[in-house]
Every structure is written in C-alpha cells, then in structure tokens.
C-alpha cells in the first residue's frame, strides 16, 4: 500500500451498505478545515483532483468504484467563510473588513444540490444514534440524522474592535504564545506582533506600543532565533515601541482612555488597548462531558477515540485537533483533506464489500510560518531558512494577507458578492 495509507479490514463498525436513503454527511463549522473537507467530498464524486492532494498520497482512491449518491449538510452558525487569518486586517481597516467575508452560497463551487447549508449552533451529537441536535436562528431545537460527522469547529478568540484612538496612541498586550488547557493542547500565536504591526501601517501617526511580559518575542514557537529577532527588528524599525519583560495592569478611566501600568511602575496613558493574549476555548461544547473528558484524536485518520476505541463515524479536522505546534490554515485544509477522504473511502467500502477500505494518514506539514509584520514581512520555511523585508510582503501575502491564495488552493475560484 502506499506510504501514507492504512488498510481497514471489515469489522463490525463497517457494515455493509443498506441503500435505505442516502448517506449523509455533516460537516460542523466551515472554516478552513470544514471548507476543505466539503470540496474534497465533490471533487471525490466528480472525478475531479483533491485540493492539497500534492501533500498526502491519494492514490489508492485512482481507481476506486464511484459513489455519487451522498449529501453533505454544513452547520455552522455563520453564513459565511472569514478568512480569520487576515483578522488583523478586517480589524484596523475598515476598508478590508467586507473583503475577509463570503458568503457560502456566493461561491457557484457550493451551489450544489447535494450540498446544504443551516446555520444554527450545534448543541449535542450523539454518536450511538448518531443524531446531532442544533438550535436553529429561532431558537428552535432540531434534530439531524447523520452516517459520517466531522468537527472542525474550531477555535473561539475574542477580537478587538476597530481603531479609534488616533491621539493618546493604543497599546498592544501580548506578543507570543496563547494557550489553552482543554487536554493539555497549546496554541502558538503572533496576534499581538501582526495588530501592532497592521495599525501602525494604517494608522501612521498613532503611537503604537507592544508589552510583552517575556525577554523575547515569539518565545515559545518552534521557530528559529532570526526569526524572533527579525520579528522585533521590524517592528521597531517601523516607530513601533515594544516593551520586553513587562506585565501590564490596565486601568479603565471614565473618559475612555486608559493608564497601562508596568511592574517597573511607570505607566503611559493610551486611548485604547488591544489584550491580544486572552486564551482561545475550542468550539466543542456540544460534545458530551465524557467525551470531552477522554476523547483522543486518532493523528492517522483524524477519527475520534474514546475509551480506547474508535468512533467509527465520527472524524476531527483544524483547531480542535489536539496536535502541537503552529497553528496554520494551511495543515487545518491539509487535516479536512484527509478526514473527507477517509470518510470517502468508508462510504467506497459500504457500497463494495469485497473493496478494503484504506485509510489516508495524515501527515503534518514541516513547521513553517510567515508572519505579517506592519508594511514588511518575515518568513521562514526548512528549506529557504529565514527571509525578511518588504520584498516578501506581495509573495507571501498579496494584498489581502493571503486570502486569494487560500481560496486558489481550495479551488474556490467564482464568486458572487451579491448571492443569497
């Protein structure tokens, strides 16, 4: 078999297919992961290539029977894909915020009959009856069937509101690590680094401080040195004060503004401060207390484990993966990718009992990150080491922190701001 597959043999948690209705498959959240895995199950049914197939080993599914006779139905509370990496941007510019958001249905690649979109929050998933149960916009409670169910719900993050604090200056807090402890997972972030950089660039006469409570930037990243020490060269090279070793106690005054008080005991008095450190909660509430408690996320296929056991049915892709490292759009429509085709692959194995079901293993890319750093850039890739200055900011970035590259590689490529 090839390197990256796994061979499943017929079990119990496979049974064979009873052509009783169509399959169905739920898809909760749709940001980059859950985009990634609905494109992937269309591209599976029309023969079409796999968006990010270049980065596993699909080849066991060339030449597989054809199953066409599947749903997909996406549950997501919004009606629409943010591109949350270029966050920073849609904040500071109010220019750019309509452009980091598209409605599903304005993408003709989503307006399919066999793909359905509700817009509600999911509230339970019961995977023995495998029944997920959601409130709709009018606070209705529903009930959805499903065969097959993947969570890439993802991360919650408080975002700040937009600049408005042109005179007294804003001070950013945080410019590391986030984390959050739900199974020991750990969130990398450069929040802080990318909003102070981005207000500064558009708001060039605004004082712009960054308070960071360690001696480095980007401490705890798995990140060479020169790219910690780049990221600060930058954002100083740009009249950006960044403040190292420094705690922040921030006291609200009755007008607005704010005195930021240091450990040191000086203080500066700001019109507004960005708390670009607060922790990130994974969007899983609907999963039972138990599971929440013990579940595992299977790394090969991205199934679920609980009580050592396989959820047969049930898959995780993005964010809520507990995975360490950098967490990047990029391995979130790597891991939909994979969980889409293996739930393809079961689907294969359901309507073809003498097919053996091969499961895709998914396979982290190398750590790498490019960060957005005001007017400049710095990135780092295995292969290229460390590359900085504002040369990098269109290769890397284009004008819109990536978001044409994103839907390119998802094949996203016709849309229609004025669809409903």
């Given at each position: 078999m090839p390197q990256h597959t796994t061979v499943v043999?017929?079990?119990?948690?496979?049974?064979?297919?009873?052509a009783v209705r169509k399959p169905k498959i739920v898809i909760v959240g749709c940001s980059y992961?859950?985009?990634?895995?609905?494109?992937?199950?269309?591209?599976?049914?029309?023969?079409?290539p796999i968006p990010f197939a270049s980065y596993g080993d699909y080849s066991h599914l060339q030449n597989v029977p054809s199953v066409q006779d599947f749903d997909i139905t996406v549950v997501d509370e919004r009606d629409g894909f943010f591109h949350s990496v270029g966050a920073p941007l849609a904040h500071i510019?109010?220019?750019?915020?309509?452009?980091?958001?598209?409605v599903y249905k304005g993408f003709s690649e989503l307006r399919r009959p066999d793909i359905d979109f509700v817009q509600g929050t999911v509230t339970?998933?019961?995977?023995?009856?495998?029944?997920?149960?959601?409130?709709?916009?009018?606070?209705?409670?529903?009930?959805?069937?499903?065969d097959y169910i993947l969570i890439s719900s993802g991360l919650r993050r408080p975002w700040p509101?937009?600049?408005?604090a042109e005179k007294l200056g804003v001070v950013v807090v945080g410019g590391g690590t986030l984390k959050w402890k739900v199974h020991e997972f750990h969130y990398w972030g450069a929040i802080g680094v990318e909003f102070a950089g981005k207000i500064k660039t558009h708001y060039i006469a605004t004082p712009v401080t960054l308070v960071h409570s360690r001696h480095q930037l980007l401490l705890n990243e798995p990140l060479p040195e020169e790219f910690k020490t780049r990221t600060l060269e930058l954002l100083r090279a740009q009249g950006i004060d960044v403040l190292l070793n420094q705690r922040a106690d921030v006291q609200e005054l009755p007008d607005g503004t704010s005195y930021v008080k240091f450990q040191d005991r000086n203080r500066l008095h700001t019109g507004m401060v960005i708390m670009a450190m607060a922790s990130p909660t994974p969007s899983s509430q609907?999963?039972?207390?138990?599971i929440l408690r013990v579940t595992l996320i299977y790394i090969g296929s991205l199934q679920i484990i609980s009580r050592d056991e396989v959820i047969p049915r049930m898959f995780a892709?993005?964010?809520?993966?507990?995975?360490?490292?950098i967490k990047l759009g990029g391995n979130a429509m790597l891991m939909g990718s994979v969980a889409a085709a293996n739930i393809?692959?079961?689907l294969v194995a359901q309507h073809n009992p003498s097919w053996r079901s091969a499961m895709e293993r998914y396979v982290p890319m190398e750590p790498k990150m490019a960060l957005s750093v005001g007017n400049s850039a710095v990135c780092y890739t295995p292969g290229d080491g460390v590359k900085y200055g504002k040369e990098w900011v269109e290769p890397m970035f284009g004008s819109d922190l990536g978001w044409s590259k994103i839907l390119s590689a998802l094949g996203l490529k016709n849309y229609e701001n004025t669809a409903l």
């Open positions: 043999p017929r079990s119990r948690n496979h049974p064979p297919y009873a992961a859950g985009m990634s895995a609905t494109l992937t199950l269309t591209a599976l049914k029309g023969g079409l510019s109010p220019a750019k915020t309509s452009m980091m958001w598209k339970s998933i019961d995977p023995t009856s495998q029944v997920m149960r959601y409130q709709d916009l009018e606070g209705r409670s529903q009930n959805l069937e499903y509101i937009i600049v408005e609907f999963l039972s207390s138990h892709a993005g964010d809520i993966v507990n995975l360490p490292g393809y692959s079961l």
